[in-house]
């Protein structure tokens, strides 16, 4: 069983990319290098719903993830920093 904190940098528009230039690293790859894969994911937790934290989040269907409700509301109401 895995709990993970961040699940990498996810898509983002082009704005956004140019600006921060992320350093990309798929979560299947950062799993494996720790002996993992995808199915040993058991729970996801995030800080908060900015692109570079939750990006691999859909690779993770049916895996509960948490994060605050007042995070959610927000990422939710749009203009923020991630494509749901």
């Known amino acids: 069983m895995i709990t993970s904190i961040e699940t990498d940098v ?8 140019g600006h921060y230039r992320p350093q990309r690293r798929s ?3 950062a799993l494996a ?10 729970l996801v ?5 900015h692109f570079d934290h939750c990006g691999g989040n859909p690779l993770l269907g ?3 993830i948490l994060v605050q409700a007042a995070e959610l509301a927000a990422a939710r109401r ?6 749901l």
């Open 10 to 17: 996810g898509a983002v528009d082009p704005e956004t990319e």
């Open 27 to 29: 979560l299947e790859e």
């Open 33 to 42: 290098a720790a002996g993992a894969t995808l199915a040993d994911v058991s």
């Open 45 to 49: 937790a995030n800080c908060h719903l």
């Open 62 to 64: 049916g895996t509960p």
């Open 78 to 83: 749009g203009g923020y920093t991630l494509v």
